[in-house]
C-alpha cells in the first residue's frame, strides 16, 4: 500500500468556522508534513512530524494547529481562517526525515475561505 | 545559498514530440539529492525519480530519462514520444545533507507547466 489518503477533498468554510483536515498513510513511514499551495506555484512547507513528534514549524499562524494522534495520521484544525488561506492543503510522508527520503503526497484538499 | 531554477515556465507540444524540461540547482554541499515530481491537474504530487550527487549515471525509465551533470549542475527531464497524459506541471527540487534525522526541507523549482496536445 503505497498511498496517502486525505479528506476531505473540498471544503468550503466562513472565518469564524473550526474545521479539520486528515491525513492518514500505511507505509509504515514516521515522518509527516503539511505543505500549502497555491495555484502556479510549488507546494510551501508548514509542519513536519517525526515520530509523532513535531519538528519544523515554518512559522505558521496559529490559526494553523497540527497534530499527529500516532503514527498513521496526520491532522491540520484550523480556526478562524482568512480567504488569503484559500489553498491546495498537502500531506505527504517519507520514510524518516532524512533528505534522501523522497515524500510520497497525497491528492490535497481544496480549502476555501469566505 | 540554496536554489533551485526552472527557466521554462510553460511548454507546449504536440503529441509524439520529444520534450526536455530543465532544472539547474545551486549548492555548497558536497551531498546532495535531486528529485522530480509530477503534479497532474488533479493535484497530487507524484514521485518520480531520486539522484544523489555521488551518481551521475543517466536514467531511463519507460519514455521517461533524466540527465544529471554535475558539471553544469543540472539535472534534466526528458519526455520522449509525448502522450496526452503527460500534461502536468513538473516540479525539480533539491534537498542537501546525508545524516539521518536532518530536518532538511526541500527546495523546489517554480516547476514547468507542460501541455502535450493531440
Known amino acids: 500500500d503505497t498511498e496517502v489518503t486525505q479528506t476531505p477533498k473540498h471544503l468550503v468554510m466562513g472565518m469564524t468556522n473550526k474545521k479539520s483536515l486528515k491525513c492518514e498513510q500505511h507505509?509504515?513511514?514516521?515522518?509527516m508534513y503539511w505543505y500549502k499551495q497555491k495555484a502556479k506555484k510549488p507546494p510551501e512547507l508548514m509542519f513536519v512530524y517525526s515520530y509523532e513528534k513535531l519538528s519544523i514549524n515554518e512559522s505558521v499562524p496559529s490559526r494553523f494547529s497540527p497534530e499527529c494522534p500516532n503514527s498513521s495520521l496526520l491532522n491540520l484544525h484550523l480556526h478562524a481562517l482568512q480567504p488569503e488561506d484559500s489553498a491546495l492543503y498537502l500531506c505527504a510522508s517519507s520514510q524518516q526525515t532524512a533528505p534522501y527520503n523522497e515524500q510520497f503526497f497525497g491528492p490535497g484538499t481544496r480549502l476555501t475561505v469566505l | 545559498a540554496q536554489k533551485v531554477t526552472q527557466a521554462q515556465t510553460e511548454i507546449s507540444v504536440v503529441e509524439k514530440e520529444d520534450v526536455t524540461l530543465d532544472c539547474v540547482y545551486e549548492t555548497r554541499d558536497t551531498t546532495y539529492y535531486l528529485f522530480w515530481y509530477k503534479q497532474p491537474p488533479s493535484g497530487e504530487l507524484v514521485f518520480l525519480i531520486r539522484r544523489n550527487s555521488f551518481d551521475e549515471q543517466n536514467e531511463i525509465s519507460g519514455r521517461y530519462s533524466w540527465n544529471f551533470q554535475k558539471s553544469t549542475s543540472s539535472f534534466n527531464f526528458t519526455i520522449t514520444a509525448s502522450q496526452v497524459v503527460d500534461s502536468a506541471v513538473y516540479f525539480c527540487a533539491l534537498s542537501e545533507g546525508f545524516d539521518a534525522g536532518n530536518n532538511r526541507k526541500l527546495i523546489w523549482g517554480l516547476g514547468t507547466s507542460l501541455a502535450v496536445n493531440p
Open positions: 507505509m509504515g513511514h514516521r515522518a
